[in-house]
């Protein structure tokens, strides 16, 4: 599933050839991918017509544009909602492009420029229309209960440091909760992990505001690279909008590397059963005990 670095990919590349233009039709090709826009096709496209798309915006794994009314200037009240799941693609394409194999809802603008396509091969994504909550900041109101991600300002460090301090659960468990930080999944999880030198499986309990510190530093840096290398692609699914892979999978130093020597002490990389999905870490730089 793409996590925060290739969603925020996603969003810049909606920021800058879909924001600001007007939708003068939307096509719903299949019902699932609207499934939780519950009133359905012909209302989720009546909604869209005429809306201009704002900007991009996104909090974890979400993305959403800020709808505005045509011809009424001010602060937009709902969004068009976002979740790419497992295989979702938000593509910027050609009108004359020939329809996609798994095209699920395609967009097209006044101005007669690229469409906007939603393709998505296993429809676990999703699209709908919902309203912004204004809190800290607007948020489309089914994701209210999500957590800030650790590249948004609204992240509180202190207050994730404290809620870890009194949990009691296991460290990756809590970075793959998102109701205490969002965007985080498998892969960046365990990257962050081997460079916090931590292993999944400590207590939260464990870890001293310090080496919580060290942890979100961690994270921070493998998105802040990840998103330099476009995001990881481990197959064709995820893509930019100009339908373009990341390569972050080359500069991995654990997840996906069973066997593998560790590349800051040389011992194998390790894969443990987690969750019905696999945890990579090295069993030397990673104690199951903090040092």
């Known amino acids: 599933m793409p996590e925060l670095p290739e969603v925020e ?23 699932r991918a609207i499934r939780r826009h519950v009133p359905g096709a012909a209302e989720f496209a009546g909604r869209l017509a005429g809306r201009t798309l704002l ?14 009314e045509a011809g009424r200037p001010g602060e937009a009240v709902d969004s068009l909602l976002a979740h790419l799941g497992m295989s979702g693609q938000l593509l910027v394409v050609d009108p004359a492009s020939p329809v996609e194999k798994h095209l699920r809802v395609r967009l097209s603008f006044d101005d007669g420029g690229p469409e906007l396509r939603f393709v998505d091969q296993r ?7 919902a309203p912004l909550v204004p809190l800290a900041r607007s948020v489309p109101e089914p994701i209210v209960h999500i957590a800030a991600d650790p590249l948004e300002d609204a992240f509180d460090d202190d207050a994730f440091a404290r ?11 809590a970075l793959l909760d998102q109701s205490l930080i969002s965007g985080v999944g498998n892969i960046y999880a365990d990257e962050a992990l081997w460079r916090a030198r931590l292993h999944g499986r400590t207590p939260t309990r464990a870890l001293s505001a310090r080496k919580a510190a060290e942890l979100l530093a961690a994270v921070r840096e493998v998105m802040g690279e990840a998103l330099v290398q476009g995001g ?60």
């Open 55 to 68: 900007s991009a915006e996104r909090r974890g794994k979400y993305l959403w544009m800020p709808l505005g």
């Open 123 to 129: 429809t676990f994504g999703h699209l709908l229309v």
């Open 163 to 173: 809620k870890l301090a009194v949990r009691q659960t296991e460290i990756k468990r």
């Open 232 to 291: 990881t692609s481990f197959d064709s699914l995820y893509v930019n909008v100009n339908g373009e892979s990341g390569y972050f999978d080359r500069s991995l130093n654990v997840y996906g590397r069973e066997g593998e020597p560790c590349g800051r002490c040389g011992a194998p990389v390790l894969r443990e059963a987690f969750m019905n999905r696999s945890s990579y870490s090295c069993p030397r730089c990673q104690p199951r005990t903090l040092q």
């Open 9 to 31: 990919v996603v969003r810049r590349g909606l920021s800058r050839w879909v924001a600001g233009r007007t939708i003068v039709g939307a096509e719903v090709l299949h019902a």
